[in-house]
């Protein structure tokens, strides 16, 4: 990908960090950065995406598995639609007002994705679940 910048001329505007085992030099990459671009082919729970959006950046993806749930229509694309990708991300650079409320939203988006949401989510689940097994085995169902 190094020499892929470097023949595209693009290697002064692209970094290349690495892989980082330490959460706070992942999130101290994240703060500082300006959009978070992600197309991956298949997701579960997208972690990465949430991190970035909890981050306030404005996050750009492709439109698979749990991302849907993360983002707006306008900043999903097909993995493999490039072109979608780049004009994009132009639209982004150009309008710092829409990148400001974009990177607002993110926050709010993210902050569902909390520990502790989640594991008041999780802990509902399994209530209804159990619920739900106790009354079948009552043959209440």
Do not use: H
């Not at 290697?11 to 999130?27: C, E, H, I, L, T």
């Amino acid at each position: 990908f190094k020499d892929l910048a470097v023949s595209l001329g693009v290697s002064d505007y692209v970094k290349f960090v690495g892989k980082f085992a330490d959460p706070n030099k992942v999130r101290e990459q994240l703060c500082s950065a300006d959009i978070y671009l992600f197309p991956s082919e298949a997701e579960g729970l997208p972690r990465g995406v949430i991190e970035a959006m909890a981050c306030g950046l404005v996050c750009v993806a492709s439109n698979v598995s749990g991302i849907p749930e993360l983002l707006e229509g306008k900043d999903m694309y097909d993995p493999k639609d490039v072109d979608g990708y780049v004009n994009r991300l132009a639209e982004l650079m150009d309008n710092t007002d829409e990148m400001a409320k974009l990177s607002s939203r993110n926050i709010d988006v993210a902050r569902n994705y909390s520990t502790k949401n989640l594991t008041k989510s999780r802990d509902k689940f399994y209530r209804n679940l159990r619920n739900l097994v106790e009354k079948v085995k009552n043959n209440e169902y």
